[in-house]
């Protein structure tokens, strides 16, 4: 009977124990909002409350939101599958919002803009509080940024400001640069690409000194790219550009365009490439 008892005991851990997906918020004084934020926490983090986590920030796209990652891309399907194969090890995956489908009516965007200071509140309200909440390890080492579109180019950005706090950058079908600048009050959607323009990715790579551009160096950068995407040129360009200041950059060129089921395999490519850029 008590072995019986015993492997009951067992059996019910083991079905208990597992990843999950945590909604968290952050009421933020810098936006004068509260930002929701989906976190994956693998299966092993309850259980080993001594143990601390690398991070892989990940990025939605223009329209998208907090969800879109784990409801349209099956991020904690792909996480749970290759942590369990040991393709990559137990990590925290932050999954921020910065935007809504409405895009007239909501702030969009991960960077500063009028009304909007996004990029601020990411440094000094969104990382500190959650690193410190959910047992991350919080360094250069052990901290990754990816995202898609819209995030994709914010990842680009954020990892080319702040290269002392990330290992690497995976930007998949980045929005890189835009040529709009014009402001219409009723239409924050115009914010958004003013301030794409005014973060251009690729001017940043081209203008940068020599000291940027060693720094940059100690970063991993990656490029994942559709053949039919309507961003293509762009992230070929940001790629050149690496390339002629002799960055090291991976580039994929793949068939697919910009849609989910391209970002859904991304992720295979991209989480392990932040696993082995942790700790390097």
Request: proline share 4%.
């Amino acid at each position: 009977m008590k072995t019986i008892i015993t492997i009951a005991a067992i059996l019910c851990t083991a079905i208990t124990a597992q990843a999950k997906v945590v909604t968290d918020s952050i009421k933020s004084n810098i936006l004068n909002a509260t930002v929701k934020v989906n976190i994956y926490l693998p299966e092993e983090f309850d259980s080993n409350q001594s143990k601390k986590y690398p991070v892989l920030y990940l990025l939605h796209g223009f329209t998208d939101t907090y969800r879109a990652w784990v409801d349209k891309g099956h991020l904690d399907q792909v996480a749970d599958e290759m942590i369990q194969k040991a393709e990559i090890p137990p990590m925290i995956i932050i999954m921020p919002n910065a935007g809504g489908p409405e895009t007239r009516g909501t702030w969009n965007g991960y960077f500063n803009m009028e009304g909007w200071a996004y990029h601020d509140f990411f440094y000094q309200e969104l990382m500190p509080t959650l690193e410190k909440k959910y047992r991350i390890i919080g360094d250069k080492a052990n901290r990754a940024v990816s995202g898609l579109s819209m995030g994709g180019g914010g990842c680009t950005v954020y990892a080319q400001h702040h290269p002392d706090l990330f290992s690497s950058c995976y930007a998949m079908s980045a929005w890189l640069t835009s040529q709009d600048t014009q402001l219409d009050p009723n239409n924050r959607q115009t914010y958004v690409t003013k301030a794409v323009h005014q973060n251009d990715a690729i001017k940043f790579v081209s203008n940068a000194t020599d000291e940027t551009i060693q720094q940059m160096r100690t970063v991993r950068w990656f490029i994942d790219i559709g053949d039919d995407d309507f961003l293509f040129d762009q992230d070929i360009q940001l790629y050149q550009t690496m390339r002629s200041k002799r960055i090291p950059c991976e580039l994929r060129v793949r068939n697919g365009g910009h849609t989910w089921e391209y970002w859904n395999t991304a992720l295979r490519t991209s989480l392990p490439f932040a696993a082995q850029s942790f700790n390097k």
